[in-house]
């Protein structure tokens, strides 16, 4: 798909530009509640149910040496290696306790640890937390097995233990790699060192790809720089990219006022960065996938989309799709047994509660039948790029399906006017210029959203 196809200017980016869900759940997280240890163990009984049917892993690692002004994930600031270790002997009580409810459920086909910085972690404890994890789950043939890294703290030895391990994709933290605007979000990595150790990787013969991260929309970046930076990474070729909004939400992340006394870009030039972002990586051969993620065609991402077989749950886009997660450490978030399960924020209490032998569970929800109906449906549109109501109404035995969504379906006409997406008497099909809106086209089937009374920022920037 070129350039062309896509039919964007500044103009429209910054018309659709707004606050949105990203959908990697549904219903959001504004719209969960309390939960217990109890309800999580409720829940976990209920996966257990599905005995053959193989899961997703996600670990938190939520430590890091000093504080990157631009995050906004849980993290904790630590240079101390007995926080590390205790936080590991928590994790290995958690997944012994989860790996006992779940009995004969161990099956696992996608591996993925976020932070935080992973890599905080020495190669040694890299590969005991592998062990805790494989010790009572099983990895299936195939498995997709990621980290995200900065390339400034990680080094060949790390990327040596992953390898040893099995990890077989990469997930690099870049944002840009202009110095001045490093400087500002008190980032330091350089070019070099990003080059290498994607070099690195691929030589030591990680064959699920190389994926680097970029933010546009920070304190300080221009259209020149961050062209400059879209170019160096070209050069790098990873197999995948991920261009995300910078989120300034100083009220949830109080370190993020710092940056306050820099130039931030204002709504036009934000709609102005991703419009250049789009342009360069389509001249250099990368496809638009979905929202902000862009990839090669030979990237197995690309393939999914293109066969309908793409997946997205709280670690994005995904090529395997088991529909259930579990997820361990703090604030990790869960997705099993008809129900979203959060764990504890802050690291003591989350260990606290781990040790006391309960579940570290405070939030979460579980979904409704109308929930799990929209929640396809949104599914449907953002990996698939196409919504069948009689294949989604097959899969919940209903047949009244045209009827239901009657309304939505009335409310994306103004966007079909716009080459969104096209409207027929079976559904919804996701044109070109659609796959950078789809956030826009989703929230039509967001019964939460429809029904909540404006309560301060909820949501980030969908441009």
Known sequence: MSFA????????LLRMSGAGPRYTSYPTAPEWKPFTSADARAALERAALRANEPLSIYVHLPFCARMCLFCGCSVEITRRPDKVASYLDALELEVARTADVLGARNKVLQIHWGGGTPTHLKPAELTRLFEILTRRFELLPGA????????????????????????????MGVQDLDPHVQEVIARDQTTEETEALVAYCRAKGMRGGVNLDLMYGLPEQTEATFAATLQTVA???????????????????????????????????????????????????????????????SDPLFQALEAGTMHRNF????????????????????DFGGAFVQNDHDTRSY???????????????????????????????????????DELGREFGRSDLATHFARELEELRPLA????????????????????????????????????????PRFSKTI
């Open 144 to 171: 997709e097995v990621s980290i995200e890294v900065h390339p400034h703290v990680t080094t060949f030895e790390q990327i040596d233990a992953l390898v040893a391990c099995g990890f077989n994709r990469i997930s």
């Open 5 to 12: 196809d896509l039919a964007v200017d500044e103009a429209l």
């Open 417 to 456: 006017e716009q080459g969104f997406c096209a409207l027929d008497a079976r559904g919804v099909t996701v044109l070109p210029k659609g796959r950078l809106f789809l956030r826009h086209l989703a929230m039509v089937f967001d019964e939460y959203l429809r029904k909540s009374k404006p309560e301060g």
């Open 235 to 297: 050069k790098i070729r990873p197999d995948r990219l991920a261009v995300y909004g910078y989120a300034h939400v100083p009220w949830l992340k109080k370190h993020q006022t710092a940056l306050e006394q820099y130039t931030l870009p204002t709504a036009p030039e934000r709609a102005r960065l991703f419009y250049v972002a789009i342009e360069q990586l389509s001249q250099f051969g990368y496809e638009v996938i979905g929202l902000d993620h862009f990839a090669l065609r």
């Open 315 to 334: 670690m994005g886009y995904t090529t395997h799709p088991a529909d259930e997660m579990l997820a361990f450490g703090m604030s990790a978030i869960g």
């Open 351 to 389: 260990e606290e509660r781990i040790r006391s032998g309960e579940f570290a569970t405070v939030r979460g929800i579980v979904r409704s039948a109308e929930d799990d109906l929209r929640r396809a449906a949104i599914q449907a549109i953002m990996c698939r790029m196409r919504l069948d109501l």
